[in-house]
């Protein structure tokens, strides 16, 4: 039994940690700690980049939306790297680069989101490099918002904040994301961020990473900037909306596709490499123990029953745990919510040691 109440005590604290603890604890240290950015408005070259594969549906859109941002046309271009659509995507796209000269349309070969940013990178020329997914509406501002932060010789990489917009089911990722972006907040004052969001994303062309296009850019891109001694920051008044997935079923689906690039970052990333004392414990707390989140509360569980006869304290660690557990099955929001994703974490580990990682993926449903 000593072997079970070490497994269910580190358990039960890792998870307090990494869900409660260390948001408390990052936000108290950014109230004493705090990195203030030096921004200044200014308007340097953008290169703004979106992947695209199939998107006939949303591109018009998108292009729409980049081509009333509030910048100087002239230090503009917006080209979409289209990853082997064969649906309309290309046909749009060039339709409207007729017209527009600022936009371009560039055929890349089926290699991934990843692979198609690479490849924009290397044959645009903006001082600063923008990332949006075609799914994603900008604010009008968001473009000088993002860029003003880069007055500060130390900034490399700025994402501003996404808000959901109502979703056409159960999906409860926008309470989700609220907390993260509170988060986020604190760990940009601390310094830097841990990931960042794929809908509105920028990066300094000097320090762009041509990274391996089985990674995302949320979560390896923050990280190597901190390696390099850069900074990875979080502006919450640069926003972006885009739709979530319908129900957390869908939701689900994606978290799994979404942990699956996460544990190939975490177990062969080199994340811990060169980072110093304050940022080695924001990846520990809010990355590597919340992907975990899914094992510990297996371990937490097992190590409960196997203690239930030895005291009221594991007798309520259960029965929460089975309350928990009902609820979500009885479909309370989020409950149901943060028991999937959990369970994806697992899910996702298993199949990444069992299949690898794809560096191509299929975009959730309902979120176009």
Request: proline share 4%.
């Amino acid at each position: 039994m000593v072997i079970a109440k070490v497994l269910f005590w580190s358990s039960l604290g890792a998870l307090g940690w990494t869900q409660a603890g260390y948001p408390v604890f990052a936000a108290a240290l950014a109230r004493v700690r705090s990195r203030p950015v030096g921004r200044r408005d200014s308007t340097p070259s953008v290169s703004l980049i979106v992947a695209a594969h199939d998107e006939e549906d949303v591109i018009e859109r998108r292009l729409e939306n980049l081509l009333a941002l509030d910048y100087p046309p002239e230090e503009l271009e917006i080209v979409v790297a289209s990853d082997a659509s064969d649906d309309r995507t290309d046909e749009l796209v060039q339709a409207v680069a007729a017209r527009e000269p600022r936009v371009r349309l560039l055929r890349c070969e089926r290699g991934g989101k990843v692979a198609a940013q690479n490849q924009a990178v290397r044959e645009t020329r903006g001082e600063i490099l923008a990332f949006s997914d075609a799914n994603a509406q900008w604010r009008a501002d968001a473009l000088r918002k993002l860029v003003r932060n880069y007055a500060d010789p130390e900034v490399a990489y700025v994402c501003g904040s996404s808000v959901y917009e109502a979703a056409d089911g159960t999906n409860r990722e926008g309470t989700y994301w609220r907390f993260e972006g509170w988060l986020r907040r604190n760990e940009s004052a601390l310094g830097s961020i841990t990931a960042g969001i794929g809908a509105i994303y920028t990066v300094r062309r000097s320090d762009y990473v041509d990274v391996d296009p089985r990674f995302g850019h949320d979560l390896a891109l923050p990280y190597l900037m901190v390696q390099r001694r850069r900074r990875a920051i979080f502006d919450p008044e640069a926003l972006a909306s885009e739709k979530p997935a319908r129900n957390i079923e869908d939701e689900y689906r994606r978290k799994v596709r979404m942990f699956e690039h996460c544990w190939l970052i975490v177990l062969r990333g080199r994340m811990l490499r060169r980072l110093g004392p304050t940022y080695l414990l924001e990846v520990l707390s809010h990355r590597h123990l919340r992907y975990a989140s899914g094992l510990l509360h297996l371990i937490l569980l097992g190590a409960s029953i196997a203690l239930v006869r030895d005291g009221l304290v594991y007798q309520i660690a259960l029965g929460a745990q089975l309350l928990l557990l009902l609820a979500a099955a009885l479909g309370v929001g989020l409950a149901r919510y943060y028991v999937l994703v959990t369970w994806a974490t697992v899910v996702s580990l298993v199949r990444y040691l069992r299949f690898g990682v794809p560096a191509v993926w299929a975009k959730a449903e309902g979120t176009r």
